[in-house]
C-alpha cells in the first residue's frame, strides 16, 4: 500500500476536513495524491480558494497543497487508503452521538473498493470500530471485513491552536484488525510522523488509550478545580499555592480552569457511556466531570457575589468578557466553557458584552445566539472577565483597561486563567480575582 500511495497508483483519502482532518490531508498530500472530503460545501469552497477557517496550518499552507478538496463522495472509489475524522461529540443527556461517524462510515461504504483500508481517527468508546462501523462499512459495499477490505483505528492527538506540539511531531498510537494491517497502516502513517508510531496490539487497545489519555487530564484538572473552590473560600490564590506546589519535582503542572472543546470536555462521557453498559458506574471521572462542567456557573456566581460586595446592582453593572472560544489563539467555539459563564449570567439578568477577534460573528451567533463587540468599543466597564487566554488578553496594558473599565475605583477584573499582573492592577486600585 505504502509503495502504491508513494507511486500514486492509487490515492488516500480524508473524510471529514475539520481541526483533525486537514492538517492530516495536507501533510500526506506533500508525498501521495490525496482526496479531501467533507460534506460542509462551505468549508470546501473556502479550502479551494486558500483559505483555512481553522487557522491550523494557514492560508499558505492550504493555497500551495495539492489536496483535492471535494464533496463529492464518489471520488473516494479513487483511493484504497481512507482515513476517518470527524468529529464525535455527545447528546444533551451526555451519552455518545455517534452519527458523524456511522454517517461517515456509510459514505465510505458506499464507494469502497476491493483491497482497501479504511482507518478511524475519531475518538470513540471501545469497539465501536469493529462492533458498529465495520458493520456499517459491510453493509453498504457488500464487501466481507477481513476479506476484501480491512480496518485499523489510530485516534487523533492534534491540540487546536497548538504550534509547538504538532502533528508530524506527535507520536502516533497506530492499530490494526491482524498483524498484516497494522504493519501496513503503520506503514503508511510513518510518511509523515516524524517522532514515530506506536503500535498497540488491537483496535480496542487504540480506541481506549485515547479515551483515558484525555480522561486523565480532565480529572487533574477536576482536582484543581475543586481546589480553586475552596481556597475561594479560604481566601488563598489558588495560583500561587500551584506555584508554589510545583518547585518539586514530581508535580504534575496542572492548574485550574474552564474545560470545554471537543476532547478533554467530551471523550470522558464516551468511558463513562461504555462502563455503565457493563455494569460500571464510574467514581473519579464521572466526578471530575460534574466538577469540569460547573465551573462556568461558579465564575459566574462569582462575579455576581464580588458585584453585590461593592455595592453594585448586577443587573445595572457593565459586564464584559474577553474570550468565546473553547481554548486560547484558536477560532474553534464549539463546546466553550466561557458560554458557561454567559448562561449563568442571564440567569441573573446580566447581558456581558462578548469580544473574541478569534472567533466568527455568525458561529457566534449560531451556537450561542451572542453578538460580538470590539475591544476599541467597550467603555466604562464595571466589570471585566477574562475567560480565554488569547495572548491579545494575556498582553492587555494598564492603560488599555483603564481605558476599558473608565475609573479604577471599585472596578473588579476576574481573570480566570490567571494572565494579568495582579500585584499591578491590584497597586492601581482594581479588584483582583482569579480562579
Not at 17 to 23: E, Q, S
Not at 43 to 64: H, L, M, R
Not at 137 to 149: A, I, Q, T
Not at 350 to 376: C, F, M, R
Request: aromatic share 8%; proline share 3%.
Amino acid at each position: 500500500m505504502k509503495e502504491k500511495l508513494l507511486s500514486k497508483e492509487t490515492k488516500l483519502s480524508l473524510i471529514g476536513l475539520g481541526y483533525v482532518g486537514m492538517p492530516i490531508a495536507v501533510a500526506f498530500s506533500k508525498y501521495v495524491d490525496v482526496i479531501g472530503f467533507d460534506v460542509n460545501e462551505n468549508k470546501i469552497f473556502q479550502y479551494k480558494n486558500g483559505i483555512d477557517p481553522t487557522n491550523e496550518v494557514g492560508n499558505k499552507a492550504i493555497s500551495e497543497c495539492k489536496v483535492e478538496f471535494t464533496s463529492d463522495e464518489t471520488t473516494l472509489r479513487e483511493a484504497k487508503f481512507h482515513i476517518i475524522a470527524v468529529p464525535t461529540p455527545v447528546n444533551q443527556d451526555k451519552t455518545p452521538d455517534l452519527y458523524p461517524v456511522e454517517s461517515a462510515s456509510k459514505v465510505v461504504g458506499r464507494n469502497l473498493t476491493k483491497g482497501s483500508y479504511i482507518v478511524y481517527e475519531s475518538t470513540v468508546y471501545p469497539g465501536v470500530t469493529e462492533d458498529i462501523c465495520v458493520r456499517i462499512l459491510e453493509k453498504e459495499s457488500g464487501l466481507k471485513c477481513g476479506v476484501d477490505f480491512k480496518v485499523g483505528y489510530s485516534p487523533e492527538r492534534i491540540n487546536p491552536g497548538d504550534k509547538i506540539h504538532r502533528l508530524e511531531n506527535i507520536k502516533k498510537i497506530v492499530s490494526g484488525m491482524d498483524e498484516e494491517s497494522l504493519n501496513t497502516i503503520a506503514e503508511v502513517y510513518e510518511l509523515v510522523i516524524e517522532a514515530g508510531v506506536h503500535r498497540a496490539s488491537s483496535i480496542k487497545v487504540a480506541e481506549a488509550a485515547k479515551v483515558v489519555e484525555n480522561s486523565q487530564r480532565d480529572i487533574n484538572i477536576a482536582f484543581m478545580n475543586e481546589l480553586a473552590m475552596v481556597f475561594d473560600k479560604m481566601n488563598i490564590s489558588t495560583h500561587e499555592v500551584v506555584e508554589a506546589m510545583n518547585t518539586k519535582w514530581n508535580a504534575l503542572g496542572f492548574y485550574p480552569g474552564l474545560v470545554g472543546g471537543h476532547c478533554i470536555g467530551v471523550d470522558p462521557y464516551y468511558f463513562i457511556y461504555q462502563a455503565e453498559k457493563l455494569g460500571y458506574h464510574s467514581q473519579i471521572i464521572a466526578s471530575g466531570r460534574k466538577i469540569n462542567d460547573g465551573m462556568g456557573a461558579f465564575v459566574a456566581d462569582v462575579v455576581v457575589r464580588e458585584l453585590v460586595k461593592k455595592g453594585y446592582s448586577p443587573k445595572k453593572a457593565k459586564i464584559a468578557i474577553l474570550g468565546l472560544t473553547f481554548k486560547e489563539n484558536c477560532p474553534d467555539l464549539r463546546n466553550s466553557k466561557a458560554e458557561d459563564i454567559i448562561s449563568r449570567l442571564t440567569e441573573y439578568g446580566i447581558k456581558p458584552e462578548i469580544v473574541d477577534n478569534w472567533a466568527n460573528n455568525k458561529e457566534a451567533k449560531t451556537e450561542y445566539g451572542v453578538s460580538l463587540t470590539n475591544l476599541e468599543d467597550l467603555r466604562n466597564i464595571d466589570c471585566l472577565i477574562i475567560s480565554v487566554a488569547h495572548d491579545e488578553n494575556k498582553n492587555l496594558t494598564v492603560d488599555q483597561i483603564k481605558k476599558i473599565t473608565g475609573s479604577v475605583k471599585d472596578k473588579l477584573i476576574i481573570d480566570v486563567k490567571s494572565c494579568l499582573n495582579k500585584k499591578l492592577l491590584e497597586k492601581e486600585g482594581y479588584f483582583y480575582w482569579s480562579l
